[in-house]
């Protein structure tokens, strides 16, 4: 089964609009674990704009099935995770400007700092994940460094309409066994929802979803436990087409 990962940052957003102490995404990450989320997904980012240190302080102390912790490969990221311990890190690119995280990490090129956070993971026990795109050199140099695990990019897939998602969807696949090839774990993320996760979920190699914005939008009209169970059915008829995906090759 495909591990569905939500990611709680958005509930923390609307939060900090008014500056009250509510919705407390903590408790949001307790009514996901509740309607059967495998995971919890914060990203801290470092102008704190929607998760704070105290966020990620009480989720790791709250959460009964896996915290990953989101985060830039800085020196001021590593020592928090060393503190918190969560059970996974996942590295992003990160800019002040962005709305929201703008393609994959050059693992390549952050070499070093990727480096000393995998340092930090071994001697702390805490899986690595480097969110990247779907590119083979940076697949490879994510196995040289340490990596357990790549999530891969899909914010061009679920932007990509007719013959370009086409494109775009053969690029992850290819990306996804070739990382699998190499004894990487295999995650995806990035725009994905109720209507588009299928096509991700149905590439065989896909072990885990990482999913935020779409659910608690949907929250907004139909609740976040529902909104968690509706996406979980989506992600559930994808991996049927495991089969089909696979015998087309």
């Excluded at 979803?209 to 779409?214: E, F, K, Q, T």
């Excluded at 949907?218 to 089969?243: F, H, W």
Aim: with cysteine; aromatic share 2%; hydrophobic share 45%.
């Amino acid at each position: 089964m495909v591990r569905l990962h939500i990611n709680i940052d958005h509930v923390a957003t609307l939060r900090n609009a008014r500056g009250t102490v509510y919705p407390d995404p903590v408790l949001a990450a307790q009514l996901c674990e509740l309607a059967g989320a495998d995971g919890i997904t914060a990203h801290l980012r470092e102008d704190r704009r929607h998760i704070r240190d105290d966020d990620i302080v009480r989720l790791r102390k709250s959460l009964t099935t896996l915290l990953n912790l989101e985060m830039a490969a800085t020196d001021e990221m590593i020592a928090v995770a060393e503190r918190v311990r969560p059970d996974v890190i996942t590295l992003v690119p990160e800019r002040r400007e962005e709305l929201t995280t703008e393609g994959g990490l050059d693992v390549i090129a952050t070499r070093s700092q990727v480096e000393k956070a995998a340092r930090a993971c071994a001697a702390n026990g805490i899986k690595l994940s480097l969110f990247i795109a779907a590119d083979l050199e940076q697949i490879e140099a994510s196995r040289a460094l340490g990596a357990g695990q790549i999530e891969l990019h899909t914010g061009e897939y679920a932007e990509a309409r007719g013959p370009a998602r086409a494109e775009t969807l053969a690029r992850l696949a290819l990306g996804a066994r070739h990382a699998k090839k190499l004894g990487l774990e295999v995650a995806a993320g990035h725009g994905l929802t109720r209507d588009n996760v299928g096509a991700i979920t149905a590439i065989p190699e896909v072990e885990e979803l990482n999913i935020g914005h779409a659910v608690i939008a949907d929250a907004v009209m139909v609740g976040l436990s529902q909104a968690v169970r509706d996406l979980r059915a989506a992600v559930e008829r994808g991996a049927r087409e495991r089969g089909s995906t696979a015998g087309a090759r």
